[in-house]
């Protein structure tokens, strides 16, 4: 096996950088090593214009570290108010390259997501007719839907429906985490692609209750069962170009993940693609991990592939216990322990 191998710089088609001091602590790990990435949208208040997703997309432009290169691919936030002119807009600006749809009370900043797929009917239309993607979080909020079932019963009741009545629209279900997922992406059109996390191909939800609850293992869609975990591996490696990096990335202070009702995210980016080469590497598959990490998202998205490179290496690398996140702290993936991957300068 490799001790060291170098790809075509990879891209991120899922990435949360937060605002404000937020920002400035969490992007340097995400420019250290992707070219671009999708950024969500869920600010408070959301991105729901072009014009707001122009001000986040010069407030991130304005925090890369000197001498960077990094263009962020922004999205906007689908909610039963958007407009038909405010998609067309989003097609012509350049910057804005897909809309984000969060079933409402979801995830983190969900709550003003859409409840019902038929008041968005015509803006679904139209961004149908554009190319414009959409960027499914799949799962339904019902209470008495299992937590482990919500993507699986998501999938059959609501995205099957979906992408049979809208079947030109582009559509990527994010942080797929089940073979159910798998399963309708390898039989859905070629309109229809995932994301899919490090996080999801290296831990089952065992990880969450290793020697006691472990807040920090805690995101959405949860961690599920290990044969899950396997069909995930089996997807990216499989040199299927519906499947592609979307780290899902997520930062929280240590203290709001650390309580009675802790948030929701894995932050990931301080070391996203030396964990994703961990899991290739775990399946004897390290020579596909360029297509899925570098080609796939950028084909999708109509965008070129980069032309740069970076390098990784067989090093072991001792995590921090915690990140500098503005006044406060995160706790990264990995947290205290050793990385076998590391990114060379």
């Not at 869920?42 to 991105?47: G, M």
């Not at 009370?105 to 969900?110: D, E």
């Not at 994301?195 to 089952?204: G, R």
């Not at 920090?216 to 869609?221: E, K, R």
Request: hydrophobic share 45%; proline share 6%.
């Amino acid at each position: 096996m490799s001790e060291r191998i170098t790809i075509t710089r990879p891209d991120d088609w899922h990435l949360h950088v937060r605002d404000g001091d937020f920002l400035k602590a969490v992007l340097p790990d995400t420019v250290k090593r992707f070219a671009r990435a999708i950024i969500m949208p869920n600010l408070k208040p959301p991105v729901i214009s072009v014009a707001q997703a122009k001000a986040y997309y010069d407030r991130i432009m304005a925090s890369l570290p000197a001498g960077a290169s990094f263009t962020p691919l922004m999205t906007l936030y689908l909610t039963e108010n958007s407009r038909v002119e405010e998609m067309e807009l989003a097609k012509q600006s350049g910057f804005v390259q897909a809309v984000k749809y969060y079933p409402a009370g979801a995830t983190t900043n969900s709550d003003s997501g859409v409840r019902q797929w038929g008041s968005v009917e015509a803006v679904l239309e139209a961004m149908e007719q554009l190319g414009l993607p959409l960027l499914v979080h799949g799962e339904v909020t019902d209470p008495h839907v299992d937590v482990f079932d919500r993507e699986r019963v998501f999938i059959e009741e609501e995205l099957i429906p979906l992408v049979l009545k809208y079947p030109k629209l582009k559509v990527v279900l994010e942080h797929i985490t089940t073979a159910s997922a798998v399963k309708f992406v390898l039989t859905a059109g070629s309109n229809v692609a995932a994301t899919v996390t490090a996080h999801h191909l290296l831990l089952n939800r065992n990880a969450l209750f290793q020697g006691g609850i472990r807040p920090h293992h805690y995101c959405l869609p949860v961690l599920k069962r290990e044969t899950h975990r396997q069909a995930l591996l089996e997807a990216v490696i499989s040199g299927n170009p519906k499947f592609f990096l979307g780290t899902d990335s997520a930062p929280h202070a240590q203290n709001v993940k650390e309580n009675a009702c802790g948030c929701a995210g894995i932050y990931t980016a301080h070391a996203a693609i030396e964990l994703y080469a961990e899991a290739f590497e775990s399946v004897g598959a390290l020579d596909k991990l360029e297509g899925f990490a570098s080609f796939y998202g950028a084909d999708f998205y109509g965008l070129a592939r980069n032309k740069d490179q970076i390098t990784i290496e067989k090093q072991q690398v001792k995590v921090p216990l915690t990140l500098p996140y503005g006044s406060q702290s995160l706790v990264p993936m990995r947290s205290g322990e050793y990385l076998i991957w590391s990114l060379v300068a």
